[in-house]
């Protein structure tokens, strides 16, 4: 039986509860798994009543989103305009995985939405440029309920201020807020 959290954290892309309350409180996380964690869900409850579903790793599987899981990936762009391009992204198997939504700032990729086929949204990254006054060029990671992921730091790459070299990566949500405060009180 899947136990009732306060709240959750991702490693290494797989969520993991922080604090098992009773099913009824005001707000609650069910995480939801297989023994061999094959599939993964968060659902999340108000009062005991079912809101949304959080995650599902049929959808999108965070584990999957490390480089080298990705090398067969193809991207497609769909639409484009100066503030925002919409790609469909493809597996090895030539499946419609997602589509992501690019929205711009003076030429900066500073957002993406990834939805589902169906259009259901999955997650979000937020893209940090130090070109345009932020404190390091970063790239966040978001599951559809603002929680962290992953992040990435970024070298920067001469005159163009585009990501340069990765020159740190973290697969722990509970580190990753360490990492945004400068993001943030940005």
């Known amino acids: ?56 790793s049929a959808l999108l599987d965070f584990r999957h989103l490390k480089p080298t899981e990705q090398t067969a990936w193809q991207k497609v762009i769909i639409s484009e305009n100066e503030q925002k391009v919409v790609a469909a992204i493809h597996n090895q198997d030539d499946r419609l995985i997602l589509f992501e939504t690019y929205t711009f700032e003076k030429k900066f990729c500073r957002s993406c939405l990834s939805t589902s086929g169906h259009g259901i949204n999955l997650s979000s990254q937020k893209m940090f440029y130090k070109i345009l006054g932020d404190p390091f060029n970063s790239v966040i990671l978001f599951d559809i309920n603002d929680h962290p992921v992953t992040f990435k730091r970024y070298e920067e790459d001469g005159d163009s201020g585009e990501f340069g070299e990765l020159s740190e990566e973290i697969w722990d949500g509970g580190k990753i807020p360490t990492m945004m405060s400068p993001l943030i009180a940005h």
């Open 1 to 56: 039986m899947s136990k009732y959290y306060r709240d959750y954290v991702w490693k290494e892309g797989i969520p993991y509860g922080i604090e098992a309350i009773e099913p009824k409180a005001p707000l609650t996380f069910k995480i939801a798994m297989d023994p061999y964690r094959k599939r993964i869900a968060i659902e999340k409850y108000m009062n005991g009543i079912f809101e949304s579903i959080i995650y599902d």
